[in-house]
Structures are given as structure tokens and as C-alpha cells.
Nanobody
Framework: QVQLVESGGGSVQTGGSLRLSCAAS????????MGWFRQVQGKEREFIAA????????YYGDSVKGRFTISRDNAKNTAYLQMHSLKPEDTAVYYC??????????????????WGRGTQVTVSS
């Protein structure tokens, strides 16, 4: 089991930037792929981005392509989500999640094994 703790959420104006972090423990970090999802109350959890354990592969949801970047530092057991050009519709609780996969990409939430508690991102117009 992997323990995940998100940080870096907050409030920002339209067009602003934030960087989320997800600290992991409990398993060799380079063996697990990491993903970011977001959820608005009353709506389904939305896939944002994923990165393989090695860091060589990544994939993005259509709504964030070109604005968000997922990365990881395996030496620090931490994954990141850099968010630029934020819009009010990006407002949500953001979750990081983990799956076993050094080279694979997983985009379906039900295939992830472990989840963080989430961090709120609010973008005001």
C-alpha cells in the first residue's frame, strides 16, 4: 500500500499558476505510476494526467493539455502537477493516485490502487 499526501492547493485568479505536490511512501517510488484527478461535488472524478514510474511516459486529459504538466522526482518520492493558465472551470478538489506500473500509463480511476485525501484548488474570475 502506498500512502499519498497532496499539498500546494489554494486560491488563484484566472490566468494564474499553481503547483501541486504529492509525497508518496510505502513502496519503491520508481515502481509506481502516478496520476492526478479532480472532482467537483456532484460530478464524476475526472482524469487529469498520469506519469509512469520511470517518468518516461506521460499522458493528459484533453481539458488540460498544453496548460498542465505532470512530473516526478524519484529521488524525493514526489510527483508534481504544474498548472498554468488556470480557469474557473479548473476549480475542484485535486487528488493524486498511484498504481503499480514502471512503464505503463493508466487513465481509469478504478484501476488505481491508492489515493490521497485531496487538495482544493479554487480559481476566481
Amino acid at each position: 500500500q502506498v500512502q499519498l499526501v497532496e499539498s500546494g492547493g489554494g486560491s488563484v485568479q484566472t490566468g494564474g499558476s499553481l503547483r501541486l505536490s504529492c509525497a508518496a511512501s510505502g513502496r519503491a517510488f520508481s515502481s509506481i505510476g502516478m496520476g492526478w484527478f479532480r472532482q467537483v461535488q456532484g460530478k464524476e472524478r475526472e482524469f487529469i494526467a498520469a506519469i509512469s514510474g520511470s517518468g518516461e511516459n506521460s499522458y493528459y486529459g484533453d481539458s488540460v493539455k498544453g496548460r498542465f504538466t505532470i512530473s516526478r522526482d524519484n529521488a524525493k518520492n514526489t510527483a508534481y502537477l504544474q498548472m498554468h493558465s488556470l480557469k474557473p472551470e479548473d476549480t475542484a478538489v485535486y487528488y493524486c493516485a498511484a498504481y503499480v506500473g514502471r512503464h505503463t500509463i493508466v487513465i481509469l480511476a478504478n484501476l488505481y490502487d491508492d489515493w490521497g485525501r485531496g487538495t482544493q484548488v479554487t480559481v476566481s474570475s
